[in-house]
Structures are given as structure tokens and as C-alpha cells.
């Protein structure tokens, strides 16, 4: 799986997603010019921009690993959000992440654009970086009948991610780790997977899966699927 699907849930589903805090966000008077993200030192393209599908809103995202220190880039994309005329909630409506990561959004009203930046620290002082643009403008209706497993009764928050070759389901459950592995295990093998040499990964003819799940800050089981299609 690539690096940038593998942030993407944490984008999508902490930053990305429409913000309860937009509807603060006034529309401004006259038409800014769309939102370019700082000029940085990038060391490398850890991954060129991709498109994919979260919850029906179209984004694209980039990761990149860039020079700079984390703590410097986070009052330098801040001011970029500012600057340029989007919204920016205070501190304490912006999502947390854990292991030193920090993460900023901001919204622009007027194109119903949310933008997004997660910043990973790395231990000779350069940073991670993966950019976000989410277009709610041009979002549809999820649906459900594409999965490729089923969801639990009690699933909730469900977050349905679509790119090129791969696709990602991930909720919430008030199901015990033992319970969710015990729904999956007879609902996969029913379905044709089989269990691979490695702990939540399956396998069956033209895709594999991989099942991790874990407790959340809510006291619920955060539960991630991914399915990625491969040639027979």
C-alpha cells in the first residue's frame, strides 16, 4: 500500500472531513485567489500527487519529506492559511494526533475547500509532511454497495477511501478486539479469504485484505480494513 493511502484515514477522517467548526467561517466579500500551499526544501517526493475518494468527497493528497523542522513549519503553514484568506479554528478545535505529530486544516468558504497538513518529526530534525485537499463542492453520496466486507451491527463513523487499485474501509465499534476479530474471521471465510502467513492479513484469488484494529481516545474499537486488487 502506498504511503500517502496509508495517511490518508488519518487526513480524511481528522482534518479533511467538512469541520463542524466551517459553519464559523464567513464568506469573504470579494474572490481571493485559490490557496498555494508554502514554497519548502523538499528532500524528496515520498509520493507525486494522488486522487482518491473518502467518504465520497474527491481529494488530493501529496506526501513529501522536506528539510525544515516541524515546529518552524507549523507557524509557517498557520500564517499561509491566514494570509491567504482561510479560516483557521483556534487550537483547541483542531484535532490531536499522537507519536509528536501535529496536524493544522483550515477551510476556505468560498470553494468549500478544506485543506489539511500532517507534520511527522523526524529524528535529524527534517519533517514528514502529508497535504490534503478536500473538494466538499464536488462530494457525493457514499455508498455501501461497493464494500468489500461487511460491517457489524454496531459500526459507526464508517469512512469508505477509494484510490487507484486499493480501497479502505474504517469505523468505530463498541465490540471488543476478541469480538471484531471473531466477526471477521467467520464473515471472511465465508466470503473465499483465506488467512495469510501474517497476523490480520488474508488472501484469495486477484486481491488481498489486511484487518488491524485497536482502541481509540473514545473508548472504542477503531477498526481499519484495506483491500488491494493484484493480477491473478
Partial sequence: MKPVARAVLALLSLGLALP??????GVPEAVP??????????LEHVEANEIVEAGGVPVALRAVHVKES???LVQRFADAFRD???YVAPGKKQAQLANNAAMLTAFDPLRAITYTVILQP???????LYLGEANH???KKASASGDFAPLPPEARDVLRVNAEGS???SFQTALTGAQVQAFYDDALAKAGWKPGDEAGFYTRPGGELRLTHENSKTGQRAVVMVYQSRAR
Wanted: proline residues 9%; glycine residues 6%.
Fill in 20 to 25: 463542524a467548526w466551517a459553519k464559523d467561517a
Fill in 33 to 42: 485567489p485559490r490557496f498555494e500551499w508554502p514554497r519548502l526544501q523538499v
Fill in 70 to 72: 516541524a515546529r518552524e
Fill in 84 to 86: 491567504q484568506g482561510l
Fill in 122 to 128: 523526524q529524528p535529524d530534525g527534517t519533517t514528514s
Fill in 137 to 139: 463542492a464536488l462530494a
Fill in 167 to 169: 480501497r479502505t474501509l
